[in-house]
């Protein structure tokens, strides 16, 4: 791993914990991460391997990023005050942002010495995935969806408690509080 490996992986683990303390929606909120992860996709993603298994594994990569994505958006407290929508990760959704991005930075410190090479190396060849590099698409892939369905997800419940506030919902779901959480 480079440094530069490092540096991304921490500061994906820092918006999250900053998320810890309560923040307004903005653009900064969304943009910043979906930089982050759209710089590392342009330095990691030169070619996407098509052989045997490397499209699977790519996709199982993408669809436990989802999984964890909806489940941290869910896991995010989101409320509606004065006009503006609120965002404050909860500790369920800063564990599993920890242990998704920890998975990757441990996969990837193992992978690079010799016995975790080896082992990668021998599962690969009983699997059918052609090429290191399908690991590395699949481990992108997986922060890609992570990141874009967990801000997905945030947006959609503000954009819920904006139109519920502003009176767009049924009337059953215009509660009378001054605080509205979805």
Partial sequence: MTTTDWIIDIALLLIVFRQMREERL???????????IGWAANNY???IPTQGNDLLLAGLGAGVGAAFGL???LFTRVRYSEGHVYI???LTAAALWVVSMGFRLGFA?????????AHVGHFSARHDITSAQAWVVALILMAFAEVVVRLGTIVARGQLLTRAHRGEQPARAQAA???IYV
């Fill in 71 to 73: 489940l941290g958006g």
């Fill in 88 to 90: 404050k990760a909860g």
């Fill in 177 to 179: 509080r001054p605080d």
């Fill in 45 to 47: 993603l030169d070619q």
């Fill in 109 to 117: 410190v193992w992978t690079s010495h010799a016995s975790g090479a």
């Fill in 26 to 36: 903005t653009a900064r909120t969304i943009v910043l991460p979906l930089a982050i």
